[in-house]
């Protein structure tokens, strides 16, 4: 089975095929117990709502139910949302302001008491809107949310301040877990070391740095689910650990995802018994020019900067040895506000005739006065793919007579110069769940709206096409007023350089079967629809 | 003796109040910020408001100087906070990681000494002969031998002998149980770790034993013995290993201390979830509280280290006395 997900991929016309995916024909079998690695030494905490680390997903989310989600059996989708915890997905109402959903009955929760609309919407309430001292991550996300309520034990209704395309999508985030009212209001903060949940399994060890092990949860609402009697999620940080614990069947699968070379390897070792299911990741790097600092305040020498970079060569040459692989603009390639291919070439940095570019830029600098500009590039000392995509990028400029000097920080550091202010150009990365692109292109906004963005450029212009888009809610109308926004942010103005979106690449043995990758390692994590094909 | 003890327990106040101190001013001096660093080293958006609440929960927003002062009292009351990053209190989260670090040092230590003074003394009793060399050039190989590589190696070479044997590579279980729950399985995790440790560690032994005994057997009393016509047995093992082991003593002491904490790769190599990688993380996630008590940890570790190799010293010597 071969799943287009992108558009622009490497060159190629075609992005994803997922290599090994025998599972759709096969009848799920009962029983046995799944060991995952995780990579990563522990979650900072169990509290999903105030965590942003895939490594309290990972460990935790089989535990916990959600009131949507995206499809299990079909999370690459960008659009389609089902119900977790409610019956069915609400028609909205009040001019799309007004969402009812009906909960499910007879959920439980693993203490074996009720879990009815009042823990539903206390569980959100504490999300949109923590109480004091009360710690939530995605405040702004649900900055459109006025009111959550729960008229009846079975109903829960969100009011919105406007109508919003984004709203569905972040409704189906996937940290947004549903606790117990009861637990949350004597504690807030009880769930931070403590799991308690109604998802398909039941922890009943949690080592710190060690594993988590969980057992089927017998009461579970989903018929017939979860298929595993137990999971064992074994923290591994390091990435030769993940791929030898793959190859000696220490582990059977690992969902965030492992570079080509490691792909390579296993392939090559394990044969038919290693699976591939790749995917284009709604991650991916970006280049981030400090406009409070000379030259880069001037816009022509931010576009030299993108016109230098041959994305479409690079892409393919980048994806043999990184966890990168499509070209894109602002918005996901997956997803239907994302820019085509054509619509891309008109913008600086994608144009299809690299030295009609490339003489562009020369030509810009010269005018600019900042001929064979030195300057560094502030990076994460991340490997994948961070190093790898700095040194290319490096590469390219030197083309245009750039010097460029890669300064690689541990993330504390590198956090505090973006923050600070303190750098030249800053390699980024934009990396959200689901794909949503309303919220996710938030990133490119000035600092005054949007704080992390560490350009420092204040610009009214881009909040007025912002807002103009996010409000629309004709679908044609949107993507138009997204296009408006992108070529701003990225060719008018050239606040940002897009550069290649992530590749998930995610290896697993041959008896995992049921488990679909999904274009974040933060989705389709609850486990529930996982199988194994093997003799117990 | 016992008066001794006690003035260089006494003695390691100052030495730790220091430590503290240093270690207090260096944490801070490492740009960034724990709880930016938890909510956004995803890719996420983070909001500054809950930044703001992050920095007040875990007493970020308080002048320096009040930190380091209360950073200080805690250590004087024993307690020794909770972590930043996950918190849980900084004493758990090293009971958690403290048996593992000890196990795989108590068994390179014990994998050195038993390699490394017999094959060290074999040497300098064989000074310039084919055995010599051998254990010169085994010594040396040792000593030039990343222990994080040879045990990225020996993974490698167990899982391709197991996979060219069977047909089903093997490697060691990578979640680690107590020796007292399940040994075999344990053993299988902690040996191999233990075992490209110990190499190492007895390579530096080896070459200090060897050197050690060369310098001794040259002395007038070895002479004085076989003079009398004492047995070469005697002589070696009574009056020139005993001798010889004083400086060797140090050593093995000052490289168990160290691998208290310094075992970061080769826990990461073979998934150990031991003290060192704890540190590593600790400085990575900004988790000072975690960082300072590490360190004080490995501090404390080598002053009773060096406190032990002191009394085993009179023991080896008598002509040694603590006054």
């Known amino acids: 089975m071969a799943v287009r997900l992108g558009l622009w991929a490497a060159g190629l016309g075609l992005v994803a095929a997922v290599a090994a995916l025998p599972a759709e024909a096969q009848t799920p079998k009962r029983g046995g117990i799944l060991t995952y690695v995780i990579p990563a030494d522990a979650p900072p905490s169990f509290d999903a709502h105030r965590e942003t680390t895939y490594a309290t997903i990972h460990a935790a989310a089989p535990y916990y139910s959600v009131l949507i989600r995206v499809?299990?059996?079909?999370?690459?989708?960008?659009?389609?949302?089902?119900?977790?915890?409610?019956?069915?997905?609400?028609?909205?109402?009040?001019?799309?302001?007004?969402?009812t959903f009906k909960i499910r009955e007879g959920v439980k929760f693993h203490d074996g008491s009720k879990l009815t609309a009042q823990d539903v919407a206390t569980s959100w309430n504490y999300?949109?809107?923590?109480?004091?001292?009360?710690?939530?991550?995605?405040?702004?996300?649900?900055?459109?949310?006025?009111?959550?309520?729960?008229?009846?034990?079975?109903?829960?209704?969100?009011?919105?301040?406007?109508?919003?395309?984004?709203?569905?999508?972040?409704l189906a985030d996937p940290y947004t877990w549903i606790y117990k009212k009861e637990i949350l209001e004597k504690d807030p903060h009880w769930y931070e070391k403590n799991v308690m949940g109604s998802g398909p399994f039941k922890m009943v060890a949690y080592e710190v740095g060690q594993s988590i092990k969980g057992e089927r949860n017998k009461d579970y609402y989903h018929e017939g689910q979860p298929y595993l009697d137990g999971i064992i999620g074994i923290f591994a940080d390091k990435q030769s650990v993940r791929v030898d614990a793959l190859r000696a069947d220490r582990a059977a699968i690992e969902f965030r995802g492992l570079p080509p070379s490691a792909r390579d390897q296993l392939v090559k070792e394990g044969g038919k018994d290693i699976v591939v299911q790749d995917s284009?990741?709604?991650?991916?790097?970006?280049?981030?020019?400090?406009?409070?600092?000379?030259?880069?305040?001037?816009?022509?020498?931010?576009?030299?900067l993108a016109l230098a970079i041959d994305q479409w060569k690079g892409a393919p040459a980048l994806a043999k040895i990184a966890n990168v692989r499509t070209v894109g603009g602002i918005v996901f390639p997956g997803s239907p506000l994302a820019a085509t291919k054509a619509e891309l070439e008109q913008m600086a940095g994608f144009w299809p005739d690299i030295e009609k570019s490339r003489a562009e830029a020369k030509r810009l600098l010269k005018e600019a006065g900042a001929e064979g500009l030195k300057f560094e590039l502030l990076n994460r000392n991340v490997d994948q793919p961070y190093k790898f995509v700095g040194t290319w990028v490096i590469g390219e400029w030197k083309k245009i007579g750039l010097n460029v000097e890669q300064k690689v920080v541990p993330t504390g550091p590198w956090f505090s110069n973006m923050r600070a202010g303190?750098?030249?150009?800053?390699?980024?990365?934009?990396?959200?769940?689901?794909?949503?692109?309303?919220?996710?292109?938030?990133?490119?906004?000035?600092?005054?709206?949007?704080?992390?963005?560490?350009?420092?450029?204040?610009?009214?212009?881009?909040?007025?096409?912002?807002?103009?888009?996010?409000?629309?809610?004709?679908?044609?109308?949107?993507?138009?007023?997204?296009?408006?926004y992108e070529k701003h942010t990225m060719d008018t103005m050239v606040h940002e350089i897009v550069l290649l979106y992530w590749y998930r690449i995610v290896l697993a043995r041959s008896y995992v079967k049921g488990w679909k990758i999904s274009p974040s390692h933060y989705l389709n994590q609850d486990l529930a629809n996982i199988w194994l094909d093997k003799s117990p | 003796m016992h008066r001794y003890i006690v003035t260089r327990l006494l003695l390691a106040v100052p030495t730790l109040a220091g430590a503290a101190a240093?270690?207090?001013?260096?944490?801070?001096?490492?740009?960034?910020?724990?709880?930016?660093?938890?909510?956004?080293?995803?890719?996420?958006?983070?909001?500054?408001?809950?930044?703001?609440?992050?920095?007040?929960?875990?007493?970020?927003?308080?002048?320096?100087?009040l930190q380091f002062l209360n950073f200080l009292w805690s250590y004087v009351t024993f307690d020794f906070g909770t972590s930043m990053w996950s918190g849980n209190p900084v004493t758990h989260e090293i009971a958690l990681r403290l048996p593992v670090s000890l196990e795989v040092a108590i068994m390179a230590t014990v994998i050195a000494i038993v390699?490394?003074?017999?094959?060290?003394?074999?040497?300098?009793?064989?000074e310039?002969?084919?055995?010599?060399?051998?254990?010169?050039?085994?010594?040396?190989?040792?000593?030039?031998?990343?222990?994080?590589?040879?045990?990225?190696?020996?993974?490698?070479?167990?899982?391709?002998?197991?996979?060219?044997?069977?047909?089903?590579?093997?490697?060691?279980?990578?979640?680690?149980?107590?020796?007292?729950?399940?040994?075999?399985?344990?053993?299988?995790?902690?040996?191999?770790?233990?075992?490209?440790?110990?190499?190492?560690?007895?390579?530096?032994?080896?070459?200090?034993?060897?050197?050690?005994?060369?310098?001794?057997?040259?002395?007038?009393?070895?002479?004085?013995?076989?003079?009398?016509?004492?047995?070469?047995?005697?002589?070696?093992?009574?009056?020139?290993?005993k001798n010889a082991l004083l400086p060797v003593v140090t050593l093995i002491g000052i490289e168990f201390a160290f691998l208290i904490g310094g075992l970061v790769i080769t826990e990461q190599v073979f998934n150990l979830n031991g003290i060192g990688r704890l540190l590593v993380q600790a400085v990575q996630n900004q988790d000072n509280v975690l960082a300072q008590a590490l360190v004080m940890l490995v501090v404390a570790v080598f002053v009773v280290t060096n406190l032990v190799i002191d009394v085993l010293y009179a023991w080896l010597d008598p002509r040694i006395r603590f006054s």
Not at chain 1, 280 to 304: E, S
Not at chain 2, 44 to 65: E, F, N, T, W, Y
Not at chain 2, 115 to 126: R, Y
Not at chain 2, 173 to 198: E, F
Request: aromatic letters at 8%.
């Open chain 2, 128 to 241: 310039n002969t084919w055995l010599d060399h051998v254990v010169r050039v085994t010594a040396i190989a040792g000593i030039a031998t990343p222990s994080f590589w040879l045990g990225i190696m020996s993974l490698i070479l167990v899982l391709n002998i197991s996979a060219m044997t069977s047909g089903k590579p093997w490697m060691p279980p990578i979640d680690y149980v107590p020796l007292w729950q399940d040994p075999i399985r344990n053993l299988s995790m902690v040996l191999l770790p233990a075992i490209t440790v110990g190499y190492r560690y007895s390579a530096v032994t080896m070459r200090l034993t060897r050197s050690a005994m060369l310098e001794v057997m040259r002395e007038d009393y070895i002479r004085t013995a076989r003079a009398k016509g004492l047995l070469e047995q005697i002589i070696v093992n009574r009056h020139a290993l």
């Open chain 2, 22 to 65: 240093l270690v207090f001013i260096l944490m801070r001096l490492i740009p960034g910020d724990v709880c930016v660093i938890r909510m956004g080293a995803g890719g996420a958006h983070v909001d500054q408001s809950m930044v703001d609440l992050c920095h007040q929960q875990l007493g970020l927003d308080k002048p320096m100087i």
């Open chain 1, 422 to 484: 303190t750098f030249d150009v800053a390699m980024e990365a934009n990396c959200q769940s689901v794909v949503n692109p309303v919220l996710d292109t938030g990133k490119y906004l000035p600092y005054k709206v949007y704080p992390e963005n560490y350009g420092g450029y204040d610009d009214p212009k881009s909040v007025e096409l912002y807002d103009k888009m996010q409000t629309e809610t004709d679908p044609k109308k949107q993507r138009e007023d997204m296009r408006a």
């Open chain 1, 280 to 304: 284009d990741w709604n991650c991916g790097n970006i280049l981030t020019p400090n406009h409070k600092k000379k030259p880069f305040d001037d816009v022509r020498v931010r576009r030299a």
């Open chain 1, 127 to 170: 999300i949109v809107f923590p109480p004091k001292g009360v710690t939530s991550a995605r405040v702004s996300y649900y900055e459109m949310v006025d009111k959550v309520e729960a008229p009846d034990d079975t109903t829960v209704v969100f009011r919105l301040k406007r109508a919003t395309t984004a709203f569905l999508p972040a």
């Open chain 2, 115 to 126: 390699i490394a003074i017999p094959l060290g003394t074999i040497s300098a009793l064989k």
């Open chain 1, 71 to 99: 499809p299990p059996d079909n999370p690459a989708s960008t659009t389609e949302f089902v119900c977790d915890l409610c019956t069915e997905m609400p028609t909205p109402t009040d001019s799309g302001k007004t969402y």
